[in-house]
T-cell receptor
Framework: EAQVTQNPRYLITVTGKKLTVTCSQN?????MSWYRQDPGLGLRQIYY???????DKGDVPEGYKVSRKEKRNFPLILESPSPNQTSLYFC????????????FGQGTRLTVV | GQNIDQPTEMTATEGAIVQINCTYQ??????LFWYQQHAGEAPTFLSY????GLEEKGRFSSFLSRSKGYSYLLLKELQMKDSASYLC?????????????FGSGTRLLVRP
């Protein structure tokens, strides 16, 4: 089954404790992105990747890091989480041939206290 | 700046037709997307417009006017399961077609 898998689905952590949210897709897609979704603000792009070892900043990259060492994986790293990073996070992937259809993961609800 | 506007909430009756509007102002344009998102779930792709006109896909249709920076999503024969948020998104430039800017979403409530 074609899918984008994020882990964990829910996470509560404390300020300053480094964490990683994993994202994996099994569709051999070139493009992958991370978004955060906050009430009233919609989905905002954090980082995106066009292919292995190629990443770039989205609209709200501050406080986040990403890496793309393998085509299928695109982890999101919060080196020192802060309460304003409490949000719902989505990973998405799409093919360069049919990039128009982005497939989203199930979401990760992160709470930083 | 980049801006996408859609109504916050709409209500409609089961079996009726509803039109959700989206206006955008972006630095460039490489396509407009509509996604559906049920509460607590991931967005799912509904439609894509890059040329002016109407794209029809079953009960859902999407229209684009590039000169007016305007799109709408038309939902016919509404069903209770259509209660969801509808997200309008624009790809702002040819150079970064993988970049998407989303509106805040329109929450649609379908009543019996």
């Amino acid at each position: 089954e074609a899918q984008v898998t994020q882990n964990p689905r829910y996470l509560i952590t404390v300020t300053g404790k480094k964490l990683t949210v994993t994202c994996s897709q099994n569709m051999n897609h070139e493009y992958m992105s991370w978004y955060r979704q906050d009430p009233g603000l919609g989905l905002r792009q954090i980082y995106y990747s066009m292919n292995v070892e190629v990443t770039d900043k989205g609209d709200v990259p501050e406080g986040y890091k990403v890496s793309r060492k393998e085509k299928r994986n695109f982890p999101l790293i919060l080196e020192s989480p802060s309460p304003n990073q409490t949000s719902l996070y989505f990973c998405a992937s799409s093919s360069s041939g049919t990039y128009l259809e982005a497939f989203f993961g199930q979401g990760t609800r992160l709470t930083v206290v | 700046g980049q801006n996408i506007d859609q109504p916050t909430e709409m209500t409609a009756t089961e079996g009726a037709i509803v039109q959700i509007n989206c206006t955008y102002q972006t630095s460039g344009f490489n396509g407009l997307f509509w996604y559906q998102q049920h509460a607590g779930e991931a967005p799912t792709f509904l439609s894509y417009n890059v040329l002016d006109g109407l794209e029809e896909k079953g009960r859902f249709s999407s229209f684009l006017s590039r000169s007016k920076g305007y799109s709408y999503l038309l939902l016919k024969e509404l069903q209770m399961k259509d209660s969801a948020s509808y997200l309008c998104a624009v790809s702002p430039s040819m150079d970064s077609s993988y970049k998407l800017i989303f509106g805040s979403g329109t929450r649609l409530l379908v009543r019996p």
